[in-house]
C-alpha cells in the first residue's frame, strides 16, 4: 500500500463519510464528492483532503476510485453523462462500488469499464455504520482476481474481511445471501425476546445466558439489548433493508430460488414503515410484536 496513491470517493452518507476517513488517516491523497456539497464540506474539515465538484472531476487522475451510494438508480447517475465517474477515469485505474446493488448493474458497470480500459470491482459491504467507523467492515468482492489482488489491501484501511467471492456480479450476489439470513435472524431474535418479555424472563440475564450457545449471533449480540430497549435508531434504516430485499427477490425469479420466509419479513418490514418506521434500524421488527 502506497502513501502516494491518489483515490477519490463519491457518496459521504453514513458509511461512505467514515470510510473514506480511513482512507486519509492511512496516509491516501483523497478527493471525495457527495451530491449535497455541504456533507463533502463537512468531510475536509474533518479529514486530510479535497472535494470536488462531480464525480468526473472526482474521477480525474486516481488510481483507485470508490463509491458508496443509494441504489441502481443512483450509481448510473453518478457513473454516466458528461458529469459522471467515467468520464474522468483514466485507463487503468479500478473503480469499487460498495454501493448494494443488483448483480445486473454491476456487470453492466462492469462492462463499461473494460470498454474504457480501466476496472471495475462489485464490494458491497456488512457491517453497519459503527463497522464502517471502527474499520471492521466485511467486504464481498466480484471482478478480475487479479485486479482484486492489486485493491485489497486499499480496501483494509476500513475492512477486517475483504474477500474476493467470484467475476463480477458475485460481491452482490453475495451480500444478497448476507441480507437474507439478516432478516431471518432478526425476526427470530424479535419474537425471541418478545416471548420471553410476555413471560415475565430477565431479557438481560437471558441474553447473556444463550448468547454463550447455539442461539448466538451478530445481531443477538449488537441489537438484544437495545431490542429490549426499544431502542431502535443504529444506522441501517429499514427503508434500506426492504431495497435490498428487494434485490433479492428479484434475483430469485431470475435464478428459481425459492425466498417464503424472506418474502414474508419483507411483509413485516412493510408494516414498519406503515406506522413510520422508515428511519428505524432494522431491529425495529420488534416493534409489530410489543405489549400493548
Keep these: 500500500m502506497s502513501a502516494k496513491k491518489k483515490t477519490a470517493f463519491i457518496g459521504l452518507g453514513v458509511m461512505g463519510f467514515p470510510m473514506a476517513g480511513h482512507l486519509s488517516n492511512n496516509g491516501f491523497d483523497v478527493t471525495v464528492y457527495n451530491r449535497t456539497s455541504i456533507k463533502a464540506e463537512q468531510w475536509t474539515d474533518k479529514y486530510t483532503g479535497k472535494k470536488a465538484n462531480s464525480p468526473s472531476e472526482a474521477a480525474e487522475d486516481v488510481d483507485y476510485m470508490f463509491c458508496c451510494v443509494g441504489n441502481d438508480n443512483d450509481l448510473r447517475e453518478v457513473a454516466y453523462g458528461p458529469n459522471g465517474f467515467f468520464a474522468g477515469i483514466k485507463p487503468g485505474s479500478v473503480i469499487v462500488d460498495h454501493t448494494t446493488t443488483s448483480a445486473e448493474v454491476a456487470r453492466e458497470l462492469y462492462a463499461e469499464a473494460k470498454s474504457q480500459n480501466c476496472h471495475f470491482l462489485d464490494a458491497p459491504v456488512s457491517g453497519g455504520q459503527a463497522g464502517a467507523e471502527q474499520g471492521t467492515l466485511t467486504i464481498m ?21 475483504v474477500t474476493w467471492m467470484g467475476d463480477s456480479g458475485a460481491g452482490q450476489l453475495s451480500k444478497m445471501v448476507n441480507q437474507i439470513c439478516i432478516a431471518g435472524l432478526v425476526q427470530a431474535l424479535a419474537e425471541g425476546l418478545n416471548f420471553s418479555q410476555r413471560a415475565g424472563l430477565d431479557g438481560e440475564k437471558l441474553l447473556n445466558v444463550i448468547s454463550k450457545g447455539a442461539a448466538q449471533s451478530w445481531q443477538m449480540e449488537n441489537r438484544g439489548l437495545t431490542m429490549l430497549r426499544n431502542e431502535f435508531n443504529f444506522g441501517f434504516a429499514v427503508d434500506w433493508m426492504r431495497k435490498d430485499l428487494g434485490i433479492c427477490m428479484d434475483e430469485a425469479k431470475r435464478n428459481g430460488a425459492e425466498l417464503p420466509i424472506t418474502k414474508v419479513i419483507d411483509e413485516f418490514y412493510a408494516k414498519v414503515q406503515e406506522k413510520g418506521g422508515n428511519r428505524l434500524d432494522t431491529s425495529s421488527l420488534m416493534t409489530l410484536l410489543a405489549q400493548n
Excluded at 468482492?141 to 474481511?161: I, P
Design 141 to 161: 468482492v466480484g471482478g478480475d482476481q487479479v485486479v482484486f489482488d492489486r485493491t485489497n489491501s486499499v480496501m483494509e484501511t476500513y475492512g477486517q474481511a
